[in-house]
């Protein structure tokens, strides 16, 4: 849905709605501070699917971001139809662990698992290897669908390495181990302002604003 809003005599902002379908904090957290630049001179306002009186996530049984991504968004698309809709998928590949855990990070010590639950399974199975390699990506997939419903898809990675010990308190998921090039400290200790430099989530989500300046004019 688009308002129109008339600003003085005769500037026109046109407002466009875009739905994020997430439950997750850390990430609306992080796409309202990556889109802040629209949504902050009223061209976009961002939405997620927790906003909507009944809405049923729906089970994500993709085998890659993508189709994880596609999955969160076209469930989001049925319900906010004619509106830019969006899902991200998300995950921290460790080449010590074969990319585990990949499409699996919500979930890694199981279904309902906290963060702090997933954290200390990761750092546990870490140790099992005698010289574990600790290089990591974290990897971020976006599939939109603009008012017409046709499908864009943004990609970004962070590569990086797994610390051998949680450390700090900000962020989400596995920031508190993932240290990024050049860095000794964790993401969890450098914060959301360096993190949104440099993430994976920034990198997808710079194609993807582009795409909605296109679509809700510059
Ligand atoms: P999703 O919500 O199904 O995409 O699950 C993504 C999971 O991957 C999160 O719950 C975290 O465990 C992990 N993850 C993804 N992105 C990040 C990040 O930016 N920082 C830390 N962990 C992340």
Request: net charge positive; glycine share 10%; no cysteine.
């Amino acid at each position: 849905m688009r308002l129109t809003v008339l600003e003085g005599q005769s500037k026109v902002v046109v407002m466009t709605e875009v739905w994020f379908a997430s439950g997750n904090n850390g990430k609306i957290n992080e796409m309202k501070m990556l889109l802040n630049r629209l949504i902050n001179d009223g061209r976009v306002q961002l939405h997620h699917q927790g906003e909507l009186p009944v809405f049923s996530a729906p089970p994500e049984t993709g085998t890659t971001f993508l189709e994880n991504a596609r999955i969160k968004a076209r469930a989001l698309k049925a319900m906010k139809p004619g509106t830019w809709v969006f899902g991200e998928d998300s995950g921290l590949q460790v080449e010590g662990l074969n990319n585990l855990p990949g499409v699996h990070s919500a979930r890694y010590a199981g279904p309902k698992a906290q963060d702090a639950e997933n954290v200390a399974k990761l750092l546990k199975m870490m140790t099992l290897r005698p010289m574990p390699n600790r290089k990591a990506a974290f990897v971020s997939t976006i599939v939109a669908f603009d008012p017409q419903g046709t499908e864009h898809i943004f990609e970004g990675k962070l590569e990086g390495e797994i610390a051998k010990a949680a450390k700090g308190t900000q962020g989400f998921g596995y920031d508190n181990v993932f240290i990024p090039p050049g860095e000794q400290k964790t993401l969890g200790e450098l914060g959301l302002a360096y993190k949104n430099k440099i993430s994976h989530r920034a990198k997808a989500t710079a194609p993807f604003i582009e795409a909605l300046e296109k679509s809700v004019g510059e």
